[in-house]
């Protein structure tokens, strides 16, 4: 018998070492994969989603002729660190670089070189000095440099970090897994100036977000009295700042033409080519951008406007003396009015059943007033929260008698709201209910009163009448 145990024991270990290894070696797999040991060749830079926009742009009737002396970091923004100090800058510190390429592709400017302008005057002297020792006096002069129609200033002048933070994770018997992210966010503001007057032009601005995401699993347990089972997994992504900011930089180079071209700054070669659809589109963005906060939701919103009238359908479980409740279908009519930017109330009409296996069966009408707290009122999709109470209403033989056929109850919920249109919203939900009086299922027991949960979907219509 004790051989037969021990046996078994390490017929057990066996198979669980092997597990270990090849779990060992999938997770080696996996992170070779994730993360190479092998050196990389060179490669051309990665073009961000703005090259493509340029090519779509018309040709001008004449480049203009454009000059940076220095678009530089005006952040003095240091990397953050949560541990140590760091003296290493947030953002490049070559954004003059990057500006005077995205300048370059995007065929509208003739850039002139103005940043490293001390290293080719002393060139052009070296260049005259030697031509004057080889030639003398006959060498002639060098052609002259030419001159810029407009400058181009501003800088980077925002980096901001944390401005969201998040996560979520869950574990359970020694398993689990967890996620994390953070975005940090640069903003570049560009003008352009008059060499010959000293007027500024036009100024734009733009703003990128950087993202950065962590997501890891893990397995701890006791697969035996004294052995312990342990595995850990993770990947993390981090957008590269120097990428953000050539996007950054690119789009506020964008947005100097297609503006500069609505103001008449420069034109198209093709007159026609005004009603492109890249400044059609670019037009558009722009409205949408004025009306957009820090975070990319909307200041303003027609969400919601006015009273509103819907339906939803979903069930009914019952909660009470009864054991092994069922589910009964049930549904409502309500109208809604938004009384304040997070706020509204509502009013409801509804019918359903309640029902316990080998229990009771019964079916009921009920009218609720509700308040409603939108949390991101104008976002297309918004959590929401609501609570009130209501009366339940049996369809009982007798007279109409609070206790017997006719409860008070109180109610809370919450679910989402999806906004097809800013008339047409699209909601679901879970909504718990207690009687403030016991009895609804016909018994009277313990100190607990009963109640139900009320899960629906439904689908509401915003007049914009008395907003």
Request: hydrophobic share 40%; glycine share 12%; with cysteine.
């Amino acid at each position: 018998m004790w051989r037969g145990i021990l046996m078994k024991g390490r017929t057990t270990s066996v198979v669980l070492v092997a597990m270990l290894f090849g779990v060992a070696a999938l997770l080696s797999g996996c992170m070779n994969y994730l993360a190479p040991f092998e050196t990389e060749p060179a490669k051309p830079g990665n073009e961000t989603r703005v090259q493509d926009r340029f090519d779509e742009l018309p040709a001008p009737s004449e480049q203009v002729v454009a000059a940076v002396y220095r678009f530089r970091d005006q952040t003095g923004q240091y990397k953050p660190s949560q541990n140590v100090a760091s003296w290493s800058t947030a953002v490049t510190q070559g954004s003059t670089s990057i500006l005077m390429r995205a300048l370059e592709r995007s065929g509208w400017f003739d850039t002139i070189e103005r940043e490293g302008l001390s290293n080719l005057m002393n060139e052009r002297q070296i260049i005259s000095s030697m031509r004057q020792m080889h030639e003398g006096d006959g060498a002639g002069p060098l052609p002259p440099l030419r001159f810029a129609g407009i400058l181009l200033e501003g800088g980077i002048v925002g980096y901001d970090s944390n401005i969201l933070t998040g996560g979520a994770g869950a574990r359970y018997f020694g398993a689990g897994g967890s996620g994390e992210f953070r975005q940090d966010q640069v903003t570049i503001y560009l003008r352009a100036v008059s060499t010959q007057s000293g007027r500024v032009l036009k100024t734009v601005h733009t703003t990128k977000t950087i993202i950065s995401q962590k997501v890891d699993v893990g397995l701890f347990r006791f697969v035996e009295p004294e052995r312990i089972l342990e595995m850990e997994a993770g990947y993390t992504f981090n957008e590269p700042p120097v990428q953000a900011v050539t996007e950054a930089i690119e789009e506020a180079v964008f947005n100097l033409i297609v503006e500069g071209v609505q103001d008449g700054l420069w034109s198209p070669a093709d007159e026609s080519d005004l009603q492109a659809e890249v400044f059609q589109r670019q037009e558009e963005a722009l409205a949408r951008a004025e009306n957009l906060n820090a975070f990319n939701r909307m200041r303003t919103s027609d969400n919601r406007r006015g009273f509103g009238i819907g339906t939803s359908a979903g069930a009914i479980r019952y909660q009470g003396d009864f054991s092994d409740p069922l589910l009964r279908a049930g549904g409502d009519v309500y109208t809604r009015f938004n009384v304040a930017n997070r706020w509204g109330l509502g009013l409801s009409f509804g019918a359903g059943g309640l029902a316990a296996d080998r229990g009771f069966t019964r079916q009921h009408y009920s009218t609720e007033m509700q308040a409603f707290y939108y949390m991101l009122p104008h976002s297309r999709v918004t959590p929401y929260f609501t609570a009130g109470g209501g009366l339940l209403m049996q369809t009982a033989n007798g007279s109409f008698e609070f206790g017997r056929n006719a409860f008070p109850y109180a109610m809370a919920g919450g679910g989402l709201e999806w906004m097809a249109t800013p008339q047409l919203g699209i909601s679901a939900g879970v909504q718990g209910n207690i009687a403030l009086m016991d009895g609804i299922d016909g018994r009277s027991l313990g100190g607990a009163h009963d109640g139900f949960w009320t899960g629906r979907v439904g689908i509401t219509y915003y007049t914009g009448l008395f907003r």
